[in-house]
C-alpha cells in the first residue's frame, strides 16, 4: 500500500482540529489554531508544514499568542533538525511527541459481552462521553457539545459510539479528507477500560475506510503512551513532529 503524502496528513489534521479552534493560515510556511473556550496548547499552537521559513512562523505564533496571554506552541517535523536546534537556541523546549501512523494491517478486536457500535449517536451523548474519556468531568461540556453538535452533520465526519448494556463506552471520530479517513478522539470512559473498547472502534473505524476506499490514519501522542497500542493492531508510523513551546513572561 503506497503511502499518503505528507501534506495530505497534514491537511487532513489541521482541517479536522480548525472545527474546534480558528484557523489562520500564516503562508507560507504554516498556520495557527486558536481557542478562547479550549484554553489547551493543542487548541492554541502554530504548525510548520516545511522545514523553511519556520523562525518568521515562530515569531507570528508567538505575537498571536502572547495577545491573548499564552505561551507559544510550534510543531515541526523531527526531520527539520535545524529548525528544531535554532527554534531550542531562541527559548523553545520540546514537550511532546506526535507519530503519525497509519492502518496496513486487519484490526483484531475482542468485543466485550454485549458491546455495540453505534454509528451517529447524539452529540449530547458523544460529546459527554468525550469529556468522560478525556478530562474526567463535564467542566468544558458548553464549549464541547456545540462543535460535535455541527460535526455531526458533516458529510466529512462520521462518530461512532461503542455502547455496553446501553451505557456508553467510548467514543471515536473519522474525518475524511481526499483519500484519507483520519481517526481522532479516540477515548474509553474509565469504568469501561481494558475490556477492548477501543479495538472494536478502531475495527469499525476500518471497515468503513476500506469500504470507502480511503487510508486509514491517526496521530498519537507520546504523553498518552497510546502509541504501541495502535503498533498492535495493524498501525505503522509514517512520519513525526516535536511539539515545542516557549514561555510567555506575561502569563500568570
Known amino acids: 500500500m503506497e503511502n499518503p503524502d505528507r501534506k495530505d496528513l497534514e491537511l487532513n489534521e489541521v482541517r479536522w ?32 508544514l516545511t522545514c523553511t521559513g519556520v523562525n518568521g512562523l515562530a515569531e507570528a505564533a508567538e505575537k498571536k499568542l ?18 528544531i536546534a535554532a527554534l531550542e537556541d531562541s527559548g523553545y523546549k520540546p514537550v511532546d511527541t506526535m507519530v503519525v501512523l497509519m492502518s496496513k494491517g486487519p484490526i483484531e478486536a475482542t468485543s466485550p459481552a454485549h458491546a455495540a457500535i453505534i454509528n451517529r449517536p447524539s452529540p449530547r451523548s458523544w460529546a459527554r462521553a468525550y469529556l468522560d474519556a478525556f478530562y474526567g468531568d463535564q467542566g468544558l461540556s458548553a464549549s464541547v457539545t456545540p462543535i460535535v453538535s455541527h460535526l455531526s452533520k458533516a458529510r466529512s465526519t462520521t462518530l461512532l459510539e461503542a455502547r455496553i448494556k446501553d451505557e456508553t463506552a467510548g467514543v471515536l471520530a473519522i474525518f475524511r479528507t481526499k483519500g484519507l479517513a483520519g481517526v481522532y478522539c479516540v477515548g474509553t470512559i474509565p469504568k469501561f477500560r481494558k475490556l477492548g473498547v477501543a479495538g472494536i472502534l478502531l475495527a469499525k473505524a476500518r471497515a468503513i475506510a476500506m469500504a470507502e476506499g480511503r487510508k486509514l490514519v491517526l496521530q498519537s501522542l507520546a ?29 500568570v
Open 17 to 48: 482540529w480548525s472545527n474546534w479552534a480558528r484557523l489562520t493560515w500564516l503562508p507560507p510556511t504554516g498556520y495557527l489554531l486558536a481557542s478562547d473556550e479550549l484554553r489547551e496548547s493543542f487548541f492554541n499552537r502554530a504548525g510548520a
Open 66 to 83: 502572547a495577545d491573548r496571554r499564552m505561551d507559544s506552541t510550534i510543531t515541526v517535523f523531527d526531520s527539520c533538525a535545524r529548525t
Open 223 to 251: 504523553s498518552e503512551g497510546s502509541k504501541q497500542f495502535y503498533l498492535n493492531r495493524g498501525f505503522v508510523p509514517l512520519y513525526s513532529k516535536q511539539l515545542l513551546t516557549k514561555e510567555n513572561s506575561n502569563v
